[in-house]
């Protein structure tokens, strides 16, 4: 008897039947769809204690979950039900386990011992020291830089795809360099592994190998760990699923819990397969489904489901909730992007008239750049928030690139500025930069360079910065929207010298050039788009709103949920066009955005966008919007 098996908890009193299943029943394989808001971690928190009170050593349990934080959190929970200080129960990310394991099995697979982790930014480093051993460093290669390579060769890892192949995939901009990559990355890891590192992903490969090719330890390690939990299957990748199911051994007592309808980050690597295949790997797998919804009132809970029963693929299921019927989530039709900022503005400061929080509010959009109108109305009225998911508006470095050109030409004394774009020339650094503004500045026309003294190397690029300033000091009159284009013609060259991912940067300009098209002077945009973003204080009282893409937003809730910009070719996605696996993703993208509302929905989408990129109008709701208007009240914005 261990020391917990004296505990008796009221399991009836805090769970419902389904979870009450999932709780007692420890041996076999078993699959726990957890629905949205459906309680899973009190689930996997009560079944542990369960467990423990039921004589299962702790030693002999393993619970895997995608943050180490997530796995302590629950642990230390269940520690508190069984009123100890600390479990004694294995729990942790995959790479974490991965790692421990190694520590006491590397030397079967030959590895150096004791080995080194590298974490990406340690990663990062050592693909530049041989990046520049190989000569790929100078700048007329444009090599990719090290972030970029870290990038190819962490996805080619979590995606099973040799590194030819994820070029050819996901970075075909960069094909030229396919040969001298493949180089890299051969060098990376023999340097890696003469040297006993290992980075991220090499803990999963290791660890994979290990359990698969050493039928002796991986019988070990299911012999230590009898009963193993994985949280959150829905988010992993190829490598851990099958790390997964080598973890159930003879003893297959294993349970892995997820929601195949918030699989959302193929990105990553996350395959929606290891969910969805996942009962056809035993042959007695048990199906739990928790379907009661606690978060959210019924009318938005029905409103998902009917958004999901249109789904291609996945485990039905019907989520019910409890709670007060509540009112129908809003959908709210807006002229333009300006005018839905001023809707979702309007209405959150309504909301906090009336005595709402605004750490209990949140605006979710699909891309980072979607809520760039919006942060510019919140600053305007003084709303205070945080932004997850992507870069604050203008916080991005090549936006602040061409912010400087438009506050050089609206203002020819405004000297940070000035050395900023003077060090984007090639060939210029930092005193001569100092030295060429101290000259220009005190000429009649600044914005001539043709005389500056520099270098024989920046000659041409002063001389290309210089007749691109005139340019557009011919348009400085005007509506701004043909200063920015002059502008950005000139920037283009340079972006893409500058940033392997060139061709995602040259999208967002484009949604800030939409920004200027309602301002008619450059003076009076620049003044309104470079307000002093609100300060952020700390504490329950005074917690800013939350500006959040969905990805970002997973897991998490509020009272009020705004998704802003449910547009075809927004959300979904323009790629999701591609395939019907993307666009299947892009339906469970919205799910689980309408999910994270506790009590008020708003889905709102503007009328019209021109789209710059594809050079057409979007002005079609979202489909998925559509197929739920029904559930909706319908509004429709003016002024």
């Known amino acids: ?48 204690a369960c467990m423990l009170e039921n004589g299962i050593a702790p030693e002999n349990i393993l619970l895997l979950t995608f943050t180490r934080k997530a796995a302590e959190n629950m642990l230390n929970r269940v520690a508190k039900l069984l009123g100890s200080e600390k479990i004694n129960v294995a729990g942790g990310t995959y790479h974490g386990f991965a790692a421990k394991m190694l520590s006491i099995y590397g030397k079967y697979l030959n590895l150096n011992m004791p080995f080194s982790v590298l974490d990406e930014e340690d990663s990062a480093g050592v693909i ?13 290669l444009r090599f990719p830089n090290k972030s970029t390579l870290c990038k190819i060769f962490s996805k080619a890892a979590n995606l099973e795809l040799s590194v030819a192949d994820t070029i050819n995939n996901f970075y075909e901009h960069l094909s030229d360099y396919t040969e001298d ?13 003469n040297n006993g590192l290992l980075d991220f992903d090499d803990l999963l490969l290791y660890f994979y190998k290990l359990l698969s090719e050493f039928k002796e330890i991986r019988d070990e390690i299911c012999d230590k760990y009898k009963f193993v939990m994985a949280d959150e299957y829905q988010d992993t990748n190829g490598l851990q699923g099958k790390i997964t199911l080598l973890l159930a051994g003879e003893h297959q007592n294993i349970m892995v819990v997820g929601d195949d309808f918030q699989s959302i980050y193929s990105f990553r690597g996350a395959k929606i397969e290891n969910i969805l295949t996942f009962q056809n790997q035993f042959k007695n797998c048990k199906i739990i489904k928790l379907e009661q919804n606690y978060r959210s009132q019924p009318l938005i809970v029905e409103t998902a489901n009917k958004l999901m029963a249109k789904a291609k693929e996945g485990y039905k299921k019907k989520l019910f909730s409890l709670k007060d019927k509540g009112s129908a989530p809003i959908l709210a039709k807006c002229g333009d992007e300006d005018q839905q900022a001023r809707f979702v503005t309007a209405a959150i400061t309504d909301l906090l008239n009336k005595g709402e929080r605004l750490n209990e509010i949140a605006v979710l959009f699909r891309a980072s750049h979607h809520a760039y109108a919006i942060e510019t ?14 870069t604050k ?3 991005a470095s090549h936006l602040k690139d061409v912010m400087a050109y438009l506050k050089v030409i609206n203002n020819p004394n405004d000297k940070v500025s000035w050395l900023r774009i003077l060090l984007l020339s090639e060939g210029i650094g930092s005193v001569s930069a100092s030295n060429i503004y101290s000259e220009l500045i005190a000429r009649e026309c600044p914005y001539d360079l043709s005389e500056v003294k520099c270098s024989v190397k920046a000659r041409k ?10 340019r557009a000091l011919n348009f400085k009159g005007e509506a701004p929207i043909k200063v920015i284009e002059t502008v950005c013609d000139y920037y283009a060259d340079i972006l893409k010298a500058n940033y392997d991912d060139y061709p995602r940067r040259l999208k967002e300009i484009d949604q800030f050039a939409l920004i200027a098209e309602k301002y008619s002077s450059l003076h009076e945009f620049l003044t309104e788009i470079t307000i002093e973003p609100p300060r952020v204080n700390s504490g329950s009282s005074t917690a800013p709103l939350i500006l959040s893409t969905v990805h970002s937003a997973k897991g998490l809730e509020w009272k009020t949920v705004f998704v802003v910009s449910a547009l075809e070719g927004l959300f979904p ?20 955005a309408m999910t994270r509302a506790k009590e008020n929905l708003i889905v709102s989408y503007p009328a019209y966008i021109y789209d710059h990129s594809s050079r057409s109008a979007l002005t079609r709701v979202s489909p998925f919007v559509k197929e739920i208007s029904d559930c909706m009240e319908t509004w429709e914005i003016s002024g």
């Open 1 to 48: 008897m261990n020391k917990f098996q004296t505990i008796k908890i009221n399991y009836e009193q805090v769970l419902n039947k389904a979870q009450i299943t999932a709780v007692k029943e420890f041996y076999g394989p078993m699959l726990c769809i957890a629905g949205a808001g459906s309680g899973k971690t009190g689930t996997l928190t009560y079944r542990v």
């Open 128 to 140: 530049n020291l041989l990046r520049n051993e190989l000569g790929l460093n100078k700048t007329e």
């Open 181 to 193: 990559i493949i180089k890299l990355h051969k060098y990376f890891n023999t340097y890696k592994s």
């Open 377 to 390: 109305e919140l600053n305007r009225v003084g709303i205070s928030y945080v932004k997850w998911g992507g």
């Open 393 to 395: 508006f203008l916080e």
């Open 461 to 470: 690029s002063v001389g290309e910065l210089s007749e691109m300033l005139l």
């Open 573 to 592: 996605s323009k790629n999701a066009a591609k395939s019907l696996a993307e666009y299947e993703e892009e339906r469970r993208l919205m799910y689980v």
